[in-house]
C-alpha cells in the first residue's frame, strides 16, 4: 500500500511512461480514498525495476566471490574446507601458460546419511570475498578455463596430447606414456566447451573417453573443439578399445589398474582409430556397429551427436581381389551367438543390388541386425565405406595360384 501511495503522489508522472498499459475500457475497478482506473491497476503490479528493489532493501545479492587469477605470491598455502564435504581427500594444481597457479580442482570423499560413500569434484580457487580478506574458496576458473598440465604445452612443442576425462585418468595416463601431454579440460565431460584449447593446434590429439554414453558425447564434442582449434590430427581411444569385456564406464585410470602395458595402449590407439577416418560415421566395438546421427538443438543450435546401433560385431578385414586383380570384395568377420568367429569374403558386385543377399548371408551366419530401415541401410553403408588396411588374394581351389601355392592354412610364395 506504500509503494501505491508512492506511485500516485510524487512519483507516478515519471514512472508512466514507462508502465505498461492495458485497453482503458472507461470502467472504474476500485476504490481507495479516490478512483483507481485500470491504468492504476497495472502500476501497482509492475515489476520493480533494479533501483527499486535496491532502496526496498530486497535487491538480489552481486557475487561475493571474485577469483583471483594469477594467485599472488603471498597468498597463503590452499587450506580450504568445505562446509558440508570437508577437506579434499585429492588435489590438482591448475596453472596458466608460464605455469602461474590458477587453483586447484578438489576431490571431496565423504558419506551419506545412510552412511553410503559419495564423492564431490570441485574447483578451489582464491577468491576476493565481499566484506572479508581474500581467502581459498570453491569457486569456478574463470573463463576460458585453463587445461590441466597448460604449462607443458610449451615446454613440450612436439608432443602428442592425450586428452582424458577427468585428472585421475590423466594422471595415470600420463605414468604409462610419458611421451604425451596427458590432459583434461576442468569438469572433466561436465563442460569441455568453456575450456580453451587453443593449444591443440598443430598437435597430433587422441581422445580417452569412459566406455559409456557420456563418454561418448564428450569424445565427439571434444574432436569438434580440438579440430575448430586446428589440431593436426584427431584420434579417439574409448574405454572399449582398452579392455574387450569392458564394464559400462571403464576408463583409462581402471586399465592402468588392470595391468595394462604403454604398448597395449599404443597398439590400441592404432587399431581403433585410422587418422583419416576420424571422420568416419561409424564405430564397432564389442557390442556391435554403431552410426553417428548429428542433430542441432533447437534452443542452443549446438550440433550434439547420438550413436545408434546397427548390428552385433562386424569387422571388416581386408579388401580382396582374385589373382587376376578382379572380382573384388571385402573379408568380413563376426563372432556368432555361440562365441565362434567366422569369416565371409563377401564380393562387392553384391552391392549392386538392395543388399538383400548380403544380410540374408550374414544371418544366417550369426549377426544380428536391428529391424529398422536406418540400420539395414547403415549395415551396407559399413560395409561399403569402409577402409581396411590389409588386402587378400582369393583363390577357387587350393594348388596353385599365379606364382603361389595355397594351402588351407598358409600360402607358399607370393602372388
Known sequence: MGRLCDRRSRRRSNLAGR?????????????????????????????????????????????????IVPV???????????????KPSKVWRYTMADGS??????????????????????????????????????????????????????????????????????????????????TTPPGGAKAPSKADWVCMKGRRVIIATDAD????????????????AGAAEVLHLPGEALRQDAAEGYDIADAVEDGITADQVRRAIRAYDDPGEEDWPFRVNRRGVWKRTDRQDKETGEIKSDWRPICTELHVLADTRNVEGEDWGRLLKLTDRDGKSKTWAMPMSLLAGDGTAIRDRLYSMGLVGQPTKFAREGLLEYIATAR??????????????????????RTMGDF
Open 101 to 182: 597457479l590458477v587453483g586447484y580442482v578438489g576431490r571431496f570423499d565423504y558419506r551419506l546419511e545412510d552412511g553410503s560413500p559419495a564423492k564431490e569434484v570441485l574447483p578451489i580457487t582464491f577468491c576476493e570475498v565481499t566484506g572479508k580478506r581474500p581467502a581459498w574458496r570453491s569457486k569456478g576458473f574463470p573463463e576460458p578455463r585453463p587445461l590441466y598440465r597448460l604449462h607443458e604445452f610449451a615446454e613440450r612443442p612436439e608432443a602428442a596430447v592425450l586428452i582424458c576425462e577427468g585428472e585421475k585418468c590423466a594422471d595415470a595416463a600420463a605414468e604409462l606414456l610419458p611421451e604425451m601431454i596427458c
Open 72 to 86: 599472488p605470491a603471498d597468498a597463503p598455502p590452499m587450506n580450504f574446507r568445505h562446509p558440508t564435504f570437508g
Open 388 to 409: 581396411p588396411k590389409e588386402k587378400a588374394r582369393c583363390v577357387a581351389r587350393i594348388g596353385w595360384g599365379g606364382d603361389a601355392f595355397v594351402l588351407p592354412s
Open 213 to 228: 554414453q557420456p563418454g561418448r558425447e564428450f569424445g565427439d564434442e571434444v574432436a569438434r573443439l580440438v579440430r575448430d
Open 19 to 67: 508502465l505498461p498499459r492495458r485497453k482503458n475500457t472507461g470502467r472504474r475497478r476500485a476504490r481507495t480514498g479516490q478512483d483507481v482506473g485500470d491504468r492504476d491497476l497495472t502500476e501497482m503490479f509492475t515489476k520493480l525495476s533494479p533501483d527499486e528493489l535496491a532502496k526496498a532493501g530486497a535487491a538480489p545479492k552481486p557475487d561475493e566471490k571474485r577469483p
